[in-house]
């Protein structure tokens, strides 16, 4: 059973910074792509970015382009958001998903189906 824990999630000022991980276990790397997606309050779950097990990273939204960075270390089975300059519409639960290789990483916000989801790390950012 594929288990996902995030942490690395607070309150922090605008124009701070947060690094978000994602500690993955029960599953084979290379099995699965790794991406980071998030839900704000009243709002859809959308993509934030994704690691293919190849190593290729998708991007989901402009909005976040050079201010979000999403990284793997499979060493440790982690994945990590760093995540600068930071905006109040950044504030969302944040959640970590594995999705089985073979499938668009964000397929697993219309199906379960085809991955699992953490429990997601709060993300407050103030004016």
């Known amino acids: 059973q594929v288990q996902l824990v995030e942490s690395g999630g607070g309150s922090v000022q605008s124009g701070g910074s947060l690094k978000l991980s994602c500690a993955a276990s029960?599953?084979?790397?290379?099995?699965?792509?790794l991406g980071w997606f998030r839900q704000a309050p009243g709002k859809e779950r959308e993509g934030v970015s994704c690691?293919?097990?190849?190593?290729?990273?998708?991007n989901y939204s402009d909005s976040m382009k050079g201010r979000f960075t999403v990284s793997r270390d499979n060493a440790k089975n982690t994945l990590y958001l760093q995540m600068n300059t930071l905006k109040p519409e950044d504030t969302a639960m944040y959640y970590c998903a594995a999705v089985i290789a073979g499938y668009p990483c964000n397929q697993v916000l219309k199906s379960t189906a085809v991955g699992y989801w953490g429990q997601g790390t709060q993300v407050t950012v103030s004016s």
């Open positions: 690691i293919t097990r190849s190593g290729d990273i998708i």
């Open positions: 029960g599953y084979t790397y290379s099995s699965y792509s």
